[in-house]
């Protein structure tokens, strides 16, 4: 058989706007990075000098464990209330939805400086045996709720209404035939949402709480605010002392960059491992 059509020769597509955007990029970042090393007030100098100071580096342990007992706290509990949410009894749902609209209604630094003023409200902890004059423990409130314990608190309970928003959604993508084969096969509730449930639903949660953990790693920085004795409290010490706010303010942003670009780097790689045998979209 034979065919008089020509040789078709293929062409790629030139993406000249694509180039040229690129290098408006670059050339704005290059103007911007000029700009920055050229004003005397950054001091490299000083950023040195502080950069591995002990009390920044206290500070800098003090971000990390807050953030992993605000996170462990907050989606153990969010776990709780996604479950309440999702629950036919009215009372539990009720509880659950008020517990979510008051915690995510309010600013989170509200929520801290209302912790760090408890004993304001409450000036003594007091605890009794219920029909009994018998005192089990009674502590002023300041001496208990430090602003350490103050932030915990805040972060963790804050951090419990979004979870639970999360976990809720990721429970609720998985299919509800799910639910019913296992219900068929004799399984509890519990045992279906720890066995089958939560499994397939920590696909879609992972992301999101993935976005959450940075969030709050970098929301501790609020917790200077009631000297929690965070990163951002120990910066703020140092440079009321020498007035060096810029250096100082770059040491905090130095260290926050290199804490968030570590948990980007797990955050993918757990996203890899609970997405395996699911197509992967994307926009080119």
């Known amino acids: ?15 000249y706007g694509r180039w040229l955007t690129a290098l408006l990029v670059v050339g704005l970042a290059a103007l911007f990075i000029r700009a920055l090393l050229a004003s005397p007030n950054l001091e490299p100098a000083t950023i040195g000098e502080y950069l591995f100071k002990d ?34 009894n009215p009372v539990l749902r009720g509880v659950a939805w008020a517990f979510i609209w008051v915690f995510r209604g309010t600013p989170l630094l509200v929520q801290i400086i209302f912790f760090g003023f408890l004993g304001a409200l409450f000036p003594r902890l007091t605890l009794t045996v219920p029909f009994t004059d018998t005192v089990l423990f009674d502590q ?8 350490t314990v103050a932030a915990v608190l805040a972060l963790s309970l804050n951090e419990m209404a979004y979870a639970a928003e999360v976990i809720r959604g990721g429970i609720l993508a998985v299919d509800a035939g799910q639910t019913e084969a296992a219900a068929a096969l004799g399984m509890s509730p519990t045992l279906t949402l720890r066995r089958v449930v939560l499994p397939q639903a920590m696909r879609v949660i992972i992301p999101p709480m993935g976005n959450e953990t940075i969030t709050m790693l970098k929301s501790t920085a609020l917790v200077s605010i009631i000297a929690g004795r965070d990163l951002m409290t120990a910066v703020q010490t140092v440079y009321q002392g020498n007035y060096k706010v810029i250096p100082l303010l770059v040491v905090a942003a130095l260290w926050y960059l290199a804490l968030v670009s570590l948990l980007s ?3 993918w790689f757990v996203e890899r491992r609970f997405g395996r045998g699911f197509a992967r979209g994307g926009v080119r």
């Open 55 to 88: 009390y920044i580096l206290d500070g800098v342990v003090t971000t990390l464990w807050l953030t992993l007992l605000a996170m462990v706290v907050g989606t153990t509990g969010g776990v709780l209330l996604a479950v309440m949410r999702l629950s036919a």
């Open 140 to 147: 002023p409130t300041s001496v208990v709720v430090t602003g």
């Open 265 to 267: 780097a797990g955050q």
């Open 1 to 15: 058989m034979t065919s008089d059509t020509e040789t078709v020769r293929v062409v790629p597509v030139r993406h």
